[in-house]
């Protein structure tokens, strides 16, 4: 898919903004403050309708303002759809060819969008829940049973949580919830570890074409049960855990405290590598999942926010030469030597194309 054209009305810096894009690479470029990762933020907002900024809709909204509106042609085939965002402090109004979306599920499926944002650097270092999300996030746009299992996982943890914090704990309700959370965690870790499988089998590609000499990336999948026989060996783990659960009031082991890990040649990145490697290769963790996908149609929208931040000349040429396999890719960046098929100069409430 491609986004052809965008609208803002009202949105964060921009009054009024009109912009055509290059179905390749598009480079928005400005001075710090400009209003880059506004226009990328217009742009993410049109797949998940939330932004990764500010869970406040009202900053959103340009200060002063009543209401902010986006509006984008995007472009699937021959087939080209119009979309609306209005957003005013009391919520957002979806609208596809003039017609209101009532779930967010259609909207990304319309447009697929992976990001990049400086945050992304600490993707390893930092705390787990920002890598599960990662790996739920990309395995949901693949395979819609995960995000239903996700969903029916995270209301059995809600109510087995409750029920820990009960005064007096209801041990047979307990179990009971507790096979439930089993049933639905084994294929959880079935569908984690086949995609980080075969996001491995792409990995060392793209780090081939990211890093400068041979390097090898592998990602390590951490699931809080090993073994094969998967119900078994969870029932005693639980079993095991309960007295600890009771007294933390909380469902202290399962998926949704599980974690993976990247190693650069052998050695945890989290670790051992540098801050510019950490972003290589958070950088081909976010761009390895496009691989994966083989219709070209279905294949995301990537937005890299600062981007070239940190990284030598020689990387940024080959990470330049890696976006020219990618399909439709917006980069925000401070420095106006990057090339792309459109420039977009960025500047104090308005964005124009030169090239
Ligand atoms: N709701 C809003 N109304 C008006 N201005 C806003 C709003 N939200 C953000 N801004 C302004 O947008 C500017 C920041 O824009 P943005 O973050 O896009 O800059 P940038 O070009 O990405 O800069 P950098 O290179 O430093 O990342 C700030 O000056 C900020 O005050
Ligand atoms: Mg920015």
């Not at 009024?16 to 993410?44: M, Q």
């Not at 309708?49 to 699937?76: M, N, P």
Request: include cysteine; charged fraction near 30%; aromatic fraction near 8%.
């Amino acid at each position: 898919m491609i986004i052809t054209r965008l609208e803002l009305r009202n949105f964060r810096s921009y009054p009024c903004l009109n912009l055509d894009f290059s179905e390749k690479n598009n480079i928005l470029v400005g001075k710090n403050g400009a209003g880059k990762t506004n226009l990328v933020e217009g742009i993410y907002l049109l797949s998940l309708c939330k932004s990764w900024r500010s869970g406040d809709i009202r900053t959103l909204i340009r200060q002063g303002e009543e209401s902010a509106f986006i509006r984008a042609y995007v472009r699937e085939g021959e087939m080209s759809r119009k979309l609306e965002i209005l957003i005013t402090p009391k919520g957002k109004k979806i609208s596809l060819n003039d017609k209101p979306v009532k779930r967010l599920s259609e909207l990304s499926k319309l447009v697929n969008v992976t990001l990049f944002s400086p945050e992304d650097v600490n993707l390893f270092k930092g705390s787990p829940s920002s890598r599960r999300n990662f790996l739920d996030v990309s395995i949901s746009k693949e395979l819609t049973p995960y995000l239903s299992l996700i969903g029916r996982y995270g209301k059995i943890l809600q109510e087995r949580n409750m029920a820990l914090k009960s005064p007096s704990p209801d041990k047979t309700y307990l179990e009971v919830l507790t096979n439930q959370l089993i049933d639905v965690s084994e294929p959880i870790t079935h569908y984690r570890h086949e995609y980080l499988t075969r996001l491995n089998k792409i990995l060392d590609g793209v780090a081939n074409a990211l890093y400068e000499n041979d390097r090898s990336l592998r990602l390590i999948y951490k699931p809080f049960i090993k073994e094969n026989d998967f119900k078994e060996m969870a029932s005693k783990l639980y079993r095991k855990n309960l007295d600890n659960d009771l007294l933390h009031k909380m469902t202290m082991i399962g998926v949704h405290r599980e974690d993976f890990s990247l190693l650069l040649d052998g050695n945890d990145v989290a670790l051992y590598g540098s801050q510019g490697e950490n972003r290589l290769a958070a950088i081909a963790l976010k761009i390895a999942p496009y691989f994966l996908i083989e219709e070209k149609e279905k294949k995301p929208i990537t937005i890299l926010d600062d981007v070239y931040s940190e990284l030598d000349d020689k990387h940024s040429l080959r990470l330049t030469k890696l976006l020219k396999n990618l399909g439709q890719v917006f980069v925000t960046t401070a420095d106006y030597s990057i090339k792309g098929d459109a420039i977009i100069d960025v500047s104090k409430e308005s964005a124009t194309r030169r090239k």
